[in-house]
């Protein structure tokens, strides 16, 4: 059975880490999301839940206004061609519905088969929002305490600028 978000919000506990989380209508879209965070400072994020030719999957999370390049991407990170999971395989795997995908649903793969990359320039940004297993909420956490949740469960990301262009987009 997946975690519930009373499940990861004990997790976060027992290792330490404060968050805060704000209770808002189900959102499906960054532009959705846009709309309901009066009051949710720090980076806000789209994750990508991808799959690549050789069936690998991929939770690729990035800051909201990135643009990621899912044709030069694969190159980055040692992928074949990208395109997105579908449903079935985010409920198999990481135990969500779509719109719920975040970094915190890795407490779900308990068999390690998703890779995770990280926005360099979204971990920079303090603190950073997520789902927390459910679209109907968002978590803020430190990015150092995010680092320090995927450490807990054995996940190791891959932190990389994801500008289309492969730089952090400064002069």
Do not use: C, Y
Request: aromatic letters at 4%; zero cysteines.
């Amino acid at each position: 059975m997946p975690a519930t978000e009373a499940d990861l919000f004990a997790l976060l506990a027992r290792l330490g880490i404060a968050t805060r989380t704000v209770r808002h209508r189900p959102v499906f879209t960054v532009e959705e999301a846009q709309s309901v965070r009066d009051n949710l400072p720090g980076g806000h994020t789209k994750n990508l839940f991808l799959k690549d030719k050789k069936g690998a999957l991929w939770l690729v999370v990035a800051e909201e206004t990135a643009a990621v390049d899912l044709k030069t991407l694969p190159a980055r990170i040692g992928a074949g061609r990208l395109s997105f999971a579908n449903a079935t395989a985010l409920k198999d795997v990481l135990g969500i519905a779509p719109g719920s995908v975040s970094p915190f649903a890795l407490i779900n793969d308990t068999a390690h088969v998703v890779r995770l990359v990280l926005d360099a320039r979204l971990m920079r940004l303090d603190p950073l929002n997520f789902h927390p297993l459910d679209n109907s909420a968002t978590t803020a956490i430190a990015a150092n305490d995010l680092l320090a949740f995927l450490a807990a469960l054995g996940v190791q990301p891959l932190i990389l600028d994801l500008g289309s262009d492969g730089t952090d987009g400064r002069p």
